[in-house]
T-cell receptor
Framework: NAGVTQTPKFRVLKTGQSMTLLCAQDMNHEYMYWYRQDPGMGLRLIHYSVGEGTTAKGEVPDGYNVSRLKKQNFLLGLESAAPSQTSVYFC????????????????FGPGTRLTVL | AQSVTQLDSQVPVFEEAPVELRCNYSSSVSVYLFWYVQYPNQGLQLLLKYLSGSTLVKGINGFEAEFNKSQTSFHLRKPSVHISDTAEYFCAVRGGTSYGKLTFGQGTILTVHP
């Protein structure tokens, strides 16, 4: 099993450009999450999804959109990139909380380092 | 809503010394607590978790943490650190019905010196 994979690993954008980050998981997890990591701020939740076709806002959703057309994929889009979106982006996935708590561990991808000039 | 405060942004220690990384949380509901480790240029890896039961939980790589409900703390400890423990450590909390969403602390960079 590959676990959680993220594409691309690195990207440099100019202000105003758009891009899509892809997250894929092969563990048949219901829940998927997008976080951003900034120095001294830990990880902050951008958007999340509790199932195919559903998405919801997290703590810092402005400037981002997401889609979950297939259970195994969760896409994060930046429509018009800004320097404030320079960050490391992590995707994670987990089983539904309907299962016992032991199954709710989030598994993280390796991250995408995005720089917006 | 939950929040997490990691009380030290950086902790330098010498090899084979003990270490404690401090984490306090606030929540109006019962919580699950986690410690994750991030090695340089890598993703996050789960060290240990508290879900219920014994307040002392043991994790990988010789780490352990103690859940203290009265002090709303979940401090991470290791009796003897190695150079390879150099990494950033994150404490995280999850409410019981929050769709699994994690709230992270700011992170503590542990640097182990020879």
């Amino acid at each position: 099993n590959a676990g959680v994979t993220q594409t691309p690993k690195f990207r440099v954008l100019k202000t105003g450009q758009s891009m899509t980050l892809l997250c894929a998981q092969d563990m048949n997890h219901e829940y998927m999450y997008w976080y951003r990591q900034d120095p001294g701020m830990g990880l902050r939740l951008i958007h999340y999804s509790v199932g195919e076709g559903t998405t919801a806002k997290g703590e810092v959703p402005d400037g981002y959109n997401v889609s979950r057309l297939k259970k195994q994929n969760f896409l994060l889009g930046l429509e018009s990139a800004a320097p404030s979106q320079t960050s490391v982006y992590f995707c994670a996935s987990s089983y539904s909380i309907g299962l016992a708590p032991d199954y709710n561990e989030q598994f993280f991808g390796p991250g995408t380092r995005l720089t917006v000039l | 809503a939950q929040s997490v405060t990691q009380l030290d942004s950086q902790v330098p220690v010498f090899e084979e010394a003990p270490v404690e990384l401090r984490c306090n949380y606030s929540s109006s509901v019962s919580v699950y607590l986690f410690w994750y480790v991030q090695y340089p240029n890598q993703g996050l890896q789960l060290l240990l978790k508290y879900l219920s039961g014994s307040t002392l939980v043991k994790g990988i790589n010789g780490f352990e943490a103690e859940f203290n409900k009265s002090q709303t703390s979940f401090h991470l400890r290791k009796p003897s650190v190695h150079i390879s423990d150099t990494a950033e450590y994150f404490c995280a909390v999850r409410g019981g019905t929050s769709y699994g969403k994690l709230t992270f602390g700011q992170g503590t960079i542990l640097t182990v010196h020879p």
